[in-house]
């Protein structure tokens, strides 16, 4: 069944789908993590239902985005969801597997590259979900290194590339990275809540830059002992404090 929902209070809005992988508060605090100038061309990869390129349109005027989607009824949904908006002249979803865009972004052609990729493994036998919120969670289409491969080729020298991944994967990101010509340069940690260890953490790396990582102080989601946001996401999600 379909819904639509408000990204931005009575601002932003985006149609959502049961039988698709819904977007998280990950995507949002990703979005929100990311810095652009206005002119840049920005590559999302795996952009699902285009939550994070409607959310850096809305918030970065001047900025081109262009979200990248395998599968053929997301990329459907995306552009319903940017028609919505009114931002096809900033946003362009387009139908391509992200380990092939060769004939589709030409080499060091972005300013920057965003991606919010599955997170796990895919593990022996078949996963729960239907086939789509499947590919969402599971590297299925792609893995972690697929995404960092394909975002230093798109990427210039010297551009930026915005990643929101599991915090036990750190290592692995970090190790990657490097081998794809990036250095880490900042990074947040994202805790559900105070004394709860971090489940996902929000990452800039540059391409082509000396070694040096900013950590900034940890983020919380909602406040202790409650389901309520904390102050800081209330004002990333556009609510009153």
């Excluded at 002119?39 to 001047?62: C, F, M, Q, R």
């Excluded at 593990?123 to 290194?145: C, L, M, P, V």
Aim: net charge neutral.
């Amino acid at each position: 069944m379909e819904e639509t929902h408000y990204l931005i209070e009575n601002e932003l809005k985006i149609i959502q789908n049961d039988k698709y992988f819904k977007f998280g508060t990950d995507s949002v605090l990703l979005a929100n993590f990311a810095e652009f100038r206005p002119g840049d061309k920005v590559v999302d990869l795996g952009t699902g239902s285009g939550v994070i390129p409607l959310l850096l349109a809305y918030k970065n005027s001047g900025i081109k985005v262009s979200g990248v989607e395998i599968q053929s009824p997301l990329v459907e949904l995306a552009r319903r969801n940017v028609e919505i908006n009114n931002l096809k002249e900033r946003v362009n979803i387009i139908e391509a597997d992200l380990c092939s865009l060769e004939d589709v972004f030409a080499a060091g052609s972005a300013d920057a590259v965003i991606s919010n990729p599955p997170y796990l493994p895919v593990q022996s036998g078949e996963t729960k979900e239907n086939k789509f919120i499947a590919a969402a969670r599971h590297e299925i289409h792609a893995d972690i290194k697929d995404v960092i491969k394909a975002a230093s080729r798109v990427i210039k020298f010297g551009g930026n590339f915005y990643l929101v991944y599991r915090s036990w994967r750190l290592t692995e990101v970090i190790e990657l990275l490097s081998r794809y010509n990036f250095q880490a340069k900042k990074m947040r940690f994202v805790h559900s809540r105070p004394q709860k260890e971090s489940d996902i953490f929000l990452m800039k790396a540059k391409k082509g830059a000396s070694p040096g990582l900013r950590v900034d102080p940890a983020l919380f989601i909602y406040k202790e002992k409650s389901n309520l946001y904390t102050d800081e996401v209330k004002e990333i999600y556009g609510e009153d404090c």
